[in-house]
């Protein structure tokens, strides 16, 4: 092969007898490293099925799972393994550092090092990134939390008067030849009652709909950030160690 401008051939003569620094690409992976990533994607939780629940108001909808319902985009993307392990990969890098110096062999290292570190503090952004919405999901559901709490206390409050004016409709039916007027009074009064149960009572059961679907968003999304934590940081210790891959 001619070189470009040099005046100089280049010969591939084979390993160069004495030690020079490698890129990260320049090794093959470590042995059981397939075994490995067949262990980690059958542990991996599904990021689809979700069923179909009933909001306050009686529409069906698909569970909301926010930006990160998925998982992080750059935790689960392409992993360092999976390219290490290209052989096609392994045998250009190989090929290439046979005929390149020391000294531009270190030239390249350091500019991967600088692009692992970048890519590094990207992965740690995304994690607080991840970490915050978590946090705002737990303020929501502490929030609606606080909301069924308040519902069941105006269901048992309207219940209380509803068995109030219960009691008050039989004693007002014995007297009803004497009273009439007066039964049909407490009788609206009743049903007003009743009304007023139903509605809060639907209102109630509506919220607590809402948290176990809220409940069921945050049982997810906290492990999606379990799994995508474990996987940052093989990728970060991929980064900061690439020959120990």
């Known amino acids: 092969?001619?070189?470009?401008?040099?005046?100089?051939?280049?010969?591939?003569?084979?390993?160069?007898?004495?030690?020079?620094?490698?890129?990260?690409?320049?090794?093959?992976?470590?042995?059981?490293?397939g075994d490995w990533q067949a262990r980690r994607e059958e542990g991996r939780l599904a990021r689809s099925g979700t069923a179909l629940s009933r909001t306050t108001v009686g529409r069906s909808r698909s569970r909301r799972s926010g930006a990160f319902g998925r998982g992080a985009g750059l935790t689960v993307g392409t992993q360092p393994e999976d390219v290490l392990a290209r052989d096609d990969i392994h045998e250009r890098t190989e090929v290439?550092?046979?005929?390149?110096?020391?000294?531009?062999?270190?030239?390249?290292q350091g500019m991967e090092k600088r692009e692992?570190?970048?890519f590094a503090k990207m992965l740690k952004a995304e994690g607080k990134e991840q970490a915050r919405a978590v946090e705002a999901a737990l303020v929501d559901l502490k929030r609606m939390a606080k909301m069924q709490k308040s519902?069941?206390?105006?269901?048992?409050?309207?219940?209380?008067?509803?068995?109030?004016?219960?009691?008050?409709?039989?004693?007002?039916?014995?007297?009803?030849?004497?009273?009439?007027?007066?039964?049909?009074?407490?009788?609206?009064e009743l049903r007003n009652a009743e009304n007023d149960y139903e509605e809060r009572r639907d209102h109630a059961a509506g919220l607590t709909a809402q948290i176990a679907e809220k409940t069921q968003e945050l049982d997810d999304l906290r492990a999606q950030k379990a799994a995508d934590d474990r996987e940052r940081e093989v990728k970060l210790l991929a980064i900061k160690n690439p020959g120990h891959v």
């Open 151 to 188: 519902a069941i206390d105006h269901e048992r409050k309207a219940q209380r008067i509803l068995a109030k004016w219960t009691g008050r409709e039989h004693r007002a039916r014995m007297r009803f030849l004497r009273e009439k007027e007066r039964y049909e009074k407490v009788e609206g």
């Open 96 to 108: 290439a550092e046979r005929v390149l110096s020391p000294a531009t062999l270190r030239k390249i």
């Open 1 to 33: 092969m001619q070189g470009h401008g040099l005046g100089r051939a280049l010969r591939d003569e084979g390993p160069v007898p004495y030690d020079r620094p490698y890129s990260q690409f320049g090794h093959r992976p470590e042995p059981g490293i």
């Open 116 to 118: 692992g570190r970048a």
